[in-house]
């Protein structure tokens, strides 16, 4: 079977955590962050959690948590994510989720969920790294992001990333001035090839690289033109 990795935007969707116990809470904290709403709803509601509610980021519902009726007030979750420690009520709630078209994920077994959690190695917030055992050992999805983060934090230089931002900050500068995307991916990529940009960031003057990458997208403008 072949599995797809993805990075999901939820930017702005409604992301639903049913349980709020160890695996509600991990779950909540992968989702905090991601500039999405998120409901979690518990019978019991740690420190944790609170803070989180009091602190606006998350909308904190106590339920006893019998059935997966609850779900019925939630018919714009994008996603739904199970986390009691009833394995019953979790295949209830998946099975609630996908009838409300909503992405379903539960914590004990990933085999009936819609997707898989991957460990994450994430460099600066800007380079994320996924390893996925397709849900067959989280445990050792873990042990071996642990190895893979010891070498990518040797090889993935401070360069790296603020290339990596250059290019967002380039790619914005572009879209209105050049219309075509094959025009756009050539000018990226005359932006990683300059050696002046290049040195300028290796110097850490980020604002200097800034203006050289305008400067450059005016070139690409007047070429454009003749």
Known sequence: MLYLIVDLNIKGKHAVVIGGGTEGIRKVRGLLGQDCKITVITNRANR??????????????????RDANILDNYSDAFLVLAATND??????????????????????????????YASIVNIEGIVQVAISTSGKSPLM??????????????????????????????????????KTVGERKDFLYS?????????????????????????LLQKWEKKDRT
């Open 48 to 65: 944790f959690l609170i803070e989180q509610a009091d602190l606006g980021k998350i909308t904190l519902v106590k339920a006893n948590l």
């Open 141 to 178: 999805a873990r042990k071996i992001r642990i190895k893979a983060e010891r070498v990518l934090r040797r090889i993935i230089k401070k360069a790296d990333i603020e290339n990596a931002k250059l290019q967002e900050f380039a790619r914005q500068a572009a879209r209105p001035h050049i």
């Open 87 to 116: 394995r019953e009520l979790n295949r209830k709630i998946v099975e609630k989720g996908r009838l409300i078209k909503a992405f379903v994920y539960a914590a004990d077994d990933p085999a009936v969920s819609d997707f898989s």
């Open 191 to 215: 932006v990683i090839k300059s050696r002046e940009i290049q040195n300028l960031i290796k110097e850490d003057k980020i604002e200097e690289a800034k203006s050289v990458t305008l400067e």
